[in-house]
């Protein structure tokens, strides 16, 4: 019985992955039909019916075509950094709260902020094992970002820990029945979305792939396999990050259809705003995480404590 247990968490978890990578895949189309369509022009139309099987294509063009390395690269980190990268992106979805329990996670958030901070140190390694200028700015200017915004993203997520009274992403479920957190914190929403734009690294916050300033940032020295993992790991975490804003805003119920649309709904917005808005100046960047966001969220959480402390 107990092995039986272990081999249905393995296929369950390898369904889980194919299901990802393949919505990976469709968000990329996504992406290139909406930016296609808000710059007047036709996007991806040729391949198949209506472009469908672009990104199949894509994918088969990149892992075919010749790896080159850096004669002057650190070999081994600058080798695995985007396998640890596309492994984070894709452990991090098993905090999924399924009616089946896959894995249930007590811990979900704590889980979450963990496979997040990890993700940094494949980046800030990309960028550094290249042995290029431009790779290693980029990836500086990544590392200073992603820590900035993490400390917000924790804090709005500390203050959801002490309404909900737990770790579990079940727990947004139970409480969202009668009505959704985003209509009793929507200002938190709003950060919440900036920064896990920030997060993710899109636009108007892509500094670490400037490509204006930095020739496409940390991964300028990537061809091939390298990219495409890299390529993918950005979109799981984009996916992943839509998933979460709809569990915790958006009354979760994570079985229901209508959570694979607002699902896809936050996912166009990621996408939308990247073909609206103009990149920020960094320096405006950090000072909208550290004097923005952050009293903002502390603000927040003072309150949501006090709420809870004199409910009880």
């Not at 209506?50 to 080798?79: H, M, R, W």
């Not at 991090?92 to 894995?103: D, K, M, N, R």
């Not at 993992?229 to 998933?243: C, D, K």
């Not at 405006?284 to 004097?291: D, V």
């Amino acid at each position: 019985m107990y092995v039986g247990d272990i081999l249905l968490s393995l296929i369950s978890s390898l369904i889980l992955v194919i299901c990802v990578l393949v919505g990976v895949a469709f968000l990329t189309l996504l992406e290139r039909k909406v930016l296609g369509y808000i710059q007047i022009r036709k996007g991806p139309n040729k391949v198949g019916i209506c472009g469908v099987p672009q990104p199949f294509a894509d994918a088969i063009k990149l892992f075919t075509k010749e790896q080159t390395y850096p004669s002057i690269s650190n070999y081994l980190p600058y080798y695995i950094s985007p396998i640890m990268s596309l492994f984070l992106a894709l452990v991090i979805w098993l905090i999924y709260p399924y009616s089946t329990g896959l894995y249930n996670f007590e811990l979900g958030l704590l889980f979450f902020l963990a496979c997040t901070s990890m993700g940094v140190y494949t980046v800030m390694i990309a960028g550094w094992s290249s042995n290029s200028n431009y790779a290693l700015l980029g990836g500086l200017r990544a590392v200073a970002q992603t820590i900035s915004y993490e400390v917000s993203l924790a804090i709005i997520l500390l203050s959801f820990v002490f309404l909900i009274g737990g770790y579990s992403l079940d727990l947004f479920s139970l409480y969202q029945e009668s009505m959704w957190f985003i209509v009793l914190a929507f200002p938190l929403s709003c950060l919440w979305f900036a920064s896990c734009l920030a997060e993710t690294n899109r636009t108007p916050f892509d500094f670490a792939e400037g490509e204006s300033e930095l020739v496409s940032g940390f991964n300028v020295e990537y061809s091939s396999g390298g990219f495409a993992l890299i390529f993918m790991a950005e979109y799981a975490s984009i996916l992943f990050m839509s998933m979460l804003f709809s569990l915790i805003f958006l009354g979760a119920g994570v079985m229901n259809f209508i959570f694979i649309i607002k699902l896809g709904l936050i996912s166009f917005s990621f996408i939308w705003v990247r073909g609206t808005l103009p990149r920020f100046r960094y320096d405006k960047l950090m000072y909208l995480a550290w004097k923005s966001f952050l009293p903002v969220s502390l603000n927040f959480l003072v309150f949501y404590m006090m709420l809870v402390i004199f409910i009880m």
